[in-house]
């Protein structure tokens, strides 16, 4: 029997259009590696790798002949994608079509009415292991904990949650080998370095208004043990990787048996010599800029790039976000990563239905002035309301959203009302992204630092960015004369409108999104071992 894993967008995403960097997605490694315990053959096929569209991607999953199809949907730009190659794959395929992920999670009704057997709701390890058994057996998917159907009266079908994996150690040993390592590498700053995703933990304790993440995976930490994440970086340096993400959205967070657990972890790794790998993990300002010592350590263990999610330069769209960090604080972290050999990325975000204009003028001049604080890179995305997010509700609710149109969010385009008009806020996010780096090159020509010779090893990443960058001046300025064009296509789009029933069957997930935050809710106060204490 076979299982076929689907990554449906021919697009790589933002990170690969920018800065030519693709990382496998790591739950295709979990997924493939329970298919292999279940006794299942297993391939994994991702439409970026080759640019495939719909039709050749659903080609060469019906010639696998596959008995179960798993599209894996976090990001809701997957959303039409996925949908148009289920429906191809249906046409000259019985096979079981499923989707799990963020975005599936929180679209269920949408997904199961376009053509989807079945959708695995939240963390869905334990609940796609069932189902392969079951499938396997020939049972029925009604006594699996998890998951939402159709059944064969067409009507959906869904089944109580799960309760969350607390101990992260029970998770299946990732399958790196189901990818082919030579088509995820690190683009502009290390060519030829390829790049692979691990997680040392799940869930957050924090509450920004615009991210599911919580809603997802739950408001307490729970992470994997040292020992279980030292087997997984000693397999991948066999596998001869280079560049791991660490994907969890805090890789620290300011509990004291917590941090004391991850230094743990990072002194582990640079004894038994895995920091010869190079590490990209995420964390928040104000930890960094309370524990300036962590920076050093964080070097040491090789973490070379830090992604920082600023957001605002603004302390009001701050406190409406429920981000709770300063402008000051997030200054003082960027210098004192810098100052450690750290590459830093940051993330800022313009156009939240409480900001004003002023107030994403005012961030745009503090992410220019943190260029003199060391910061080395930015991302200036549009707020967009995810599905399962806060936002989200609070825009259906306020009659806010202007589309459904999934490809739209991909935190590119604007989805719904702000102080300004959508043609307006996409220019205004996509000048950012110019000027900044624009900005960028002017200081380091003005400091004869532009292609000079690198001293430190953060210099050499940022040299071959650099020479990256310059090599693509052509299409940035291509882009710039493509402006007026995309901004029509957008108007476009927007002038479609909402589905009526698109709207209905959102309506009915917002139900479902209530009973996940009474049960993330009360996760906060669930009590559960450290694995890494044992």
């Not at 790798?49 to 599209?71: C, M, N, Q, S, T």
């Not at 230094?263 to 930890?287: C, H, S, T, V, W």
């Not at 000027?435 to 004869?448: D, H, V």
């Not at 940022?462 to 299409?475: A, D, E, Q, V």
């Amino acid at each position: 029997m076979r299982v076929a894993l689907v990554l449906a967008s021919k697009l790589g995403g933002g990170y690969e259009s920018s800065f030519g960097v693709r990382f496998p997605p790591l739950a295709a490694a979990y997924l493939a590696s329970l298919a292999k315990q279940a006794g299942y053959s297993v391939k994994f096929f991702d439409a970026s790798i080759h640019r495939w569209g719909p039709r050749k991607l659903a080609k060469e999953i019906v010639d696998y002949d596959p008995d179960i199809v798993g599209f894996i949907l976090n990001a809701s730009s997957l959303h039409r994608p996925s949908v148009e190659t289920a429906k191809l794959v249906k046409e000259t395929s019985d096979s079981l079509i499923v989707a799990g992920g963020h975005h599936a999670t929180f679209v269920y009704p949408l997904l199961l009415r376009d053509g989807f057997d079945a959708v695995v709701l939240h963390e869905g390890e334990e609940t796609f292991s069932e189902l392969l058994r079951v499938y396997k057996e020939g049972g029925s998917l009604h006594g699996i904990k998890g998951i939402a159907f159709r059944d064969r009266y067409g009507k959906i079908v869904r089944n109580p949650l799960r309760d969350f994996i607390w101990d992260l150690d029970k998770l299946p040993f990732p399958m790196f080998e189901i990818f082919d390592k030579k088509h995820y590498t690190m683009g502009l700053l290390d060519p030829n370095g390829s790049t692979i995703t691990i997680e040392t933990s799940r869930g957050c304790p924090y509450n920004c208004d615009y991210c599911s993440v919580t809603k997802m995976w739950g408001g307490v930490w729970r992470f994997k043990s040292v020992k279980r994440v030292l087997e997984e970086l000693k397999r991948i340096y066999e596998l001869g990787y280079k560049w791991v993400f660490i994907v969890d959205d805090n890789f620290i967070v300011p509990v004291k048996k917590f941090l004391e657990e991850k230094i743990r972890l990072l002194k582990e790794i640079i004894r038994k010599g895995f920091n010869k790998l190079r590490f990209i993990i995420q964390l928040r300002a104000d930890f960094v800029a309370k524990n300036r010592e962590i920076a050093n350590l964080l070097y040491d263990a090789g973490v070379r790039i830090v992604f920082l999610g600023i957001e605002s330069g603004d302390p009001n769209t701050l406190r409406n976000m429920r981000k709770n960090i300063s402008p000051d604080i997030s200054a003082k972290a960027v210098k004192i990563l810098s100052d450690a050999g750290i590459i830093v990325h940051a993330g800022f975000i313009l156009g939240a239905p409480y900001e004003g204009k002023e107030a994403m003028n005012t961030t745009l001049r503090y992410a220019y002035k943190l260029i003199y604080y060391g910061l080395d890179s930015a991302q200036f995305s549009i707020y967009t309301p995810l599905p399962g997010t806060d936002a989200f509700t609070r825009a259906f609710k306020n009659n806010s959203l202007l589309t459904l149109d999934w490809d739209l969010y991909d935190t590119l385009h604007p989805v719904i009302k702000t102080c300004i008009s959508p043609t307006k806020l996409l220019i205004k996010q996509r000048l950012a992204h110019y000027s900044f780096f624009l900005r960028k090159g002017l200081k380091a020509i003005s400091s004869k630092t532009l292609l000079s010779k690198p001293s430190r090893e953060k210099d050499l990443y940022l040299h071959n960015g650099t020479k990256y960058m310059l090599k693509k001046i052509p299409s940035y300025l291509l882009g710039l004369l493509k402006l007026p064009i995309e901004v029509l296509k957008l108007k476009i789009r927007l002038s479609k409108g909402i589905n009526s029933s698109d709207l209905k069957a959102i309506g009915d997930a917002i139900g479902f999104w209530n009973e996940i935050r009474i049960k993330c809710l009360k996760s906060r106060y669930m009590s559960f071992p450290i694995s890494g204490s044992k």
